[in-house]
């Protein structure tokens, strides 16, 4: 049969069609590499992964209103949810979670997700919503307690009540750095050369920033995962926002 360069030739009824190769495919992108846990809050507060970190909750259940995808976790008042799992424990290793957070005001600082306590040597790191600066925060600290330079999400500029927010925030070890993202856009991030984040002991918590029962959320969250031994890399970053549609996947 003849051949051109580049494409094949095929000859049928009288006519020549020329068969173009088809387009690369692209790999997905692979979601569950050092996942901890997932926590979709679709009616609950279970953990989606597989690996069954179910998580506790501390006063009153939230509601599960329309989230960004399915349903979501509603809290305010003295509710939040906890898990004292070990697999959580991070250190000097990269790790990270990214979910949708949604304000219902922005009237005080609020506690998102975290692993703090009042106790210095056990807290290790924590995401607020900060309303003096009106910007997502980051911070990882050390055994002695001390903070590791925080990061906030200045490049995204100020946010709205009331509106889905994609916050991916991570520690990448081997960059020695601490990053902070708001809707797959502008990465903050600062170089933590010379500090070693700790691995404490505090409990796992979405809604307050510690047991100490101190800035508990007044908001929603949604579509949460926390990872691992795994920088939250662009690929996987974009694949968790969508196209601002989000996933369970």
């Given at each position: 049969?003849?051949?051109?360069f580049g494409s094949e030739m095929s000859v049928g009824r009288g006519r020549a069609?020329?068969?173009?190769?088809?387009?690369?495919?692209?790999?997905?992108?692979?979601?569950?590499?050092?996942?901890?846990?997932?926590?979709?809050?679709?009616?609950?507060?279970?953990?989606?992964?597989?690996?069954?970190?179910?998580?506790?909750?501390?006063?009153?259940?939230?509601?599960?209103?329309?989230?960004?995808?399915?349903?979501?976790?509603?809290?305010?008042?003295?509710?939040?949810?906890?898990?004292?799992?070990?697999?959580?424990?991070?250190?000097?290793?990269?790790?990270?979670?990214?979910?949708?957070?949604?304000?219902?005001?922005?009237?005080?600082?609020?506690?998102?997700?975290?692993?703090?306590?009042?106790?210095?040597?056990?807290?290790?790191?924590?995401?607020?919503?900060?309303?003096?600066?009106?910007?997502?925060?980051?911070?990882?600290?050390d055994a002695s307690g001390s903070l590791l330079m925080p990061i906030a999400s200045?490049?995204?500029?100020?946010?709205s009540i009331e509106t889905w927010y994609f916050v991916a925030f991570w520690h990448?070890?081997?960059?020695?750095?601490?990053?902070?993202?708001?809707?797959?856009?502008?990465?903050?991030?600062?170089?933590?050369?010379?500090?070693?984040?700790?691995?404490?002991?505090?409990?796992?918590?979405?809604?307050?920033?510690?047991?100490?029962?101190?800035?508990?959320?007044?908001?929603?969250?949604?579509?949460?995962?926390?990872?691992?031994?795994?920088?939250?890399?662009?690929?996987?970053?974009?694949?968790?926002?969508?196209?601002?549609?989000?996933?369970?996947?």
């Amino acid at each position: 049969m003849p051949r051109l360069f580049g494409s094949e030739m095929s000859v049928g009824r009288g006519r020549a069609a020329f068969l173009t190769p088809s387009a690369a495919v692209s790999e997905p992108v692979d979601l569950t590499t050092g996942l901890v846990a997932q926590y979709n809050f679709n009616g609950d507060y279970n953990d989606s992964s597989g690996n069954a970190r179910h998580l506790s909750r501390v006063s009153a259940h939230p509601t599960y209103p329309a989230g960004k995808v399915g349903l979501c976790a509603q809290l305010s008042g003295a509710d939040y949810l906890k898990s004292e799992d070990t697999a959580f424990q991070t250190g000097d290793i990269s790790f990270g979670g990214a979910g949708w957070i949604y304000l219902a005001d922005k009237s005080a600082q609020y506690g998102l997700v975290g692993k703090y306590d009042t106790t210095v040597g056990e807290f290790e790191y924590r995401l607020l919503y900060d309303n003096i600066g009106d910007q997502f925060h980051f911070s990882v600290y050390d055994a002695s307690g001390s903070l590791l330079m925080p990061i906030a999400s200045t490049s995204f500029g100020a946010l709205s009540i009331e509106t889905w927010y994609f916050v991916a925030f991570w520690h990448d070890a081997t960059a020695n750095t601490l990053n902070i993202q708001v809707n797959n856009s502008t990465i903050d991030s600062v170089d933590a050369t010379g500090s070693t984040p700790t691995a404490g002991n505090a409990a796992f918590t979405i809604g307050v920033s510690d047991l100490d029962n101190s800035d508990f959320f007044n908001g929603r969250i949604d579509a949460l995962r926390i990872y691992s031994n795994r920088v939250l890399d662009a690929d996987l970053r974009t694949a968790l926002y969508n196209s601002g549609n989000g996933t369970e996947d």
